[in-house]
Structures are given as C-alpha cells and as structure tokens.
C-alpha cells in the first residue's frame, strides 16, 4: 500500500472548506436536475456531437461515475490506487466503459437516473462526513488521470458534469 502526499497539497493548517465543498456539489446537483429538465425526447435519443453517446446515456454515465466517488474516496484514504489501468490498456477500459454505460442506460428513466444521481450525492456528501482532518492530504492515482487526493475528486464531480453539459449542450 502507497500512501503518498501530493507536491500540490497544501499543509495541514489549509484544510479544505467543507461548506465550500459540499455548496459547489450541491450547485452540481441542482445543474445536472435542470438540464434533465431541459431536454425533450428528442435530445434524450440524439448522440451528442464528440461521443458516441446519446444525451441519455451520457446523463446514466454522469450519475454511474458519480455513484463510484464514495468508493474512490475509501481507495484514496488507504492510498490505493482506484480503476487505473496500465497505460497500454487505457483503451480497452475505455471501451468497456462505454458498453457498459451503453448497458446501464437501457434500462433507465429520466426519473430513476435522477433518483441514482441524487442518491449518489447523498452517499458522497456521506462519505465526506466521515474524512478526517489528516485524511484529506492522503492520495492515490484514479481513473489514469494521475494522482488526485480527496478535495481533487470531489472536484472531479464539478468539471466532469462540466465537461459533459457543455458536449449534450452542443446540437448537431
């Protein structure tokens, strides 16, 4: 087990805001209810322009990744690294990520991807609950992103949804 500290990470003294924190989560989740109430049926099934999703199961894959963060953060706390394939198989993650989202959103709703979202944020904001002061310097490398400690993948959740809004936004 490696446990590192990031060279970004601030000292001890620099603890994050956890109101700052759990308010930009909070501003995340009420952004991804409007856009769902945003989009008619026709943009539910139009793929989005640079994926090869279609807006509703780019909408599963946000609330799925957003379902995965408590368990993210349990790996960083014990400094194991969290669904980071070697980079030689980046790919193959890729396409199973796909599929599986692809899988996932077959069988969902607008009403019960919002349900997971929100009990995904409920279990996050759980999870933050529980970090301890010295937990939130702790790290480990996530998603082949690099190294990322806990406020960093809690920021993961804003410029993920970020990133997305902006690909569903686009019409073709």
Not at 151 to 160: F, I
Request: proline fraction near 4%.
């Amino acid at each position: 087990m490696n446990i590192h500290s990031s060279s970004s990470t601030t000292p001890m003294a620099a603890l994050p805001d956890r109101t700052a924190l759990r308010d930009q989560l909070e501003e995340t989740r009420k952004a991804y209810h409007l856009l769902m109430e945003s989009l008619t049926d026709a943009d539910w099934h139009r793929k989005t322009r640079s994926t090869a999703w279609t807006v509703g199961e780019m909408m599963t894959h946000l609330a799925d990744t957003l379902a995965d963060k408590p368990a993210t953060i349990a790996d960083v706390r014990r400094g194991k690294n969290h669904l980071n394939p070697p980079p030689g198989l980046h790919w193959l993650a890729m396409r199973i990520q796909s599929l599986l989202v692809k899988y996932s959103a077959r069988r969902q709703t607008r009403s019960t991807i919002l349900a997971r979202y929100d009990q995904a944020h409920s279990a996050l904001l759980a999870t933050l609950d529980g970090i301890k002061d010295h937990e939130w310097k702790l790290g480990a490398f996530c998603y082949g992103e690099g190294y990322k400690t806990i406020p960093e993948v809690c920021q993961m959740v804003v410029s993920h949804f970020q990133e997305h809004a902006a690909q569903i936004a686009t019409r073709e």
